[in-house]
Structures are given as C-alpha cells and as structure tokens.
C-alpha cells in the first residue's frame, strides 16, 4: 500500500509539472480605430498563452510580427530578428493546414528559435536540430477584446493554431520577449 501511495503522489507531481509548461500559439490582428479618421492598419502578429486567455492576458501578453524571414541571417524591417513565419492555408479552423511555422521568440541566449514542419509531425525543431516538444493543430479557441483608448479603441482579436507540447513556458517566452524590449511584465502566479 505504501508503494501504491509513492506511485501516485509521484505520478501526480509529474503531471504538475507537465501541466505547467507548454504553450498555446494564437494569431492575434491588432486594430485601433479612432472616431472621424481612417482606421490604423491592422497589424499581423502572434501571441502565446498557458491556455485560453482572458481579455487581460492578451493585452498583457508579448507579441511577435507575423513575418516574411525570422531567419538568423536575415534582419526583418524593425532592426530585430524576431517573429512568426506561417506557411500554408492560413486557416483557423484548421490549422493542420501549415505546412511550416518557423517561431522566433527570442535571438539571444536563450535562444527560443524553432520550426514546426507538417511533413514532420509538427515536431519543435531549433536551430541546433534537436527536437524541443510537438506542437498540435488544436483550434476552437478564439477572443475578441475591446480596450479604451484616450481617442479611440483598440481592437484584438484572436484564434488559437497550435498547442506546442514543450518544457518552454508561455511565461518564459513573453518574459524573454519583454525583457529584451524593456518591458516590465506583471505576472500572475
């Protein structure tokens, strides 16, 4: 019985701490409209979450461009190297669609630089060729938050592609982000 009881309380620790990582990517469109001039262009760019995200998470949550070339010889318009690049059908209700997603959260050690390729069972693939998790086509979740603006409202909205199964947290890959653009992040615990 006491082998049993071990067992169990070990089992349920392993899957704690499973259940802390991992990381849920989101397409996000960004809009700010002000009142009696034209809307803003909306901006393209990606978002990651533990799970289905409130309307503060997504504001609070980093963000990445949705990019052409995130690639480490290739700087993209802002000066920085880092972004999401989707190809395939960019489809929310099916986003086994992709056929590669290459993720650039973070350039700089860390490094958080990974493809995911339809043709290899979206593993997690850094640039070292290691596999770091598998990611899953996983929709069915979407927001839309409206947030006040001193002249006008911005808008985000969106739809969850992947659930990446990983030791890499949501929390470690906005903390990298906001740390690397001078952002302080509240963090909720």
């Known amino acids: 019985m006491k082998f049993t009881a071990t067992a169990t309380t070990l089992a349920a620790f392993s899957l704690l701490r499973l259940a802390s990582a991992n990381f849920d990517l989101y397409a996000v469109l960004d809009t700010t409209v002000v009142p009696d001039e034209n809307p803003e262009p909306a901006i393209d760019e990606w978002r990651v979450f533990e799970a289905e995200p ?15 070339d995130v690639s ?26 992709a ?11 860390p490094v958080y630089h990974f493809t995911i390729y339809k043709d290899r069972n979206y593993d997690m693939i850094g640039l070292d060729g290691n596999t770091y998790g598998n990611c899953i086509p996983f929709p069915g979740d979407d927001f839309q938050c409206n947030y006040p603006l001193p002249l006008g409202v911005q808008t985000l909205s969106g739809a969850r592609y992947f659930r990446c199964l990983t030791d890499i947290t949501a929390q470690q ?7 690397k653009r001078g952002v302080k992040v509240a963090v909720k615990f």
């Open 54 to 68: 409130d309307c503060d998470d997504a504001k609070n949550a980093a963000n990445w461009n949705d990019s052409d």
């Open 72 to 97: 480490v010889l290739q700087k993209n318009v802002s000066g920085d190297k880092q972004g999401v690049v989707f190809e395939g059908d960019k489809d929310p209700q099916d986003p086994g669609k």
């Open 99 to 109: 056929t590669r997603v290459e993720m650039n959260f973070h350039d700089t050690d």
């Open 173 to 179: 890959l906005n903390e990298a982000n906001n740390k």
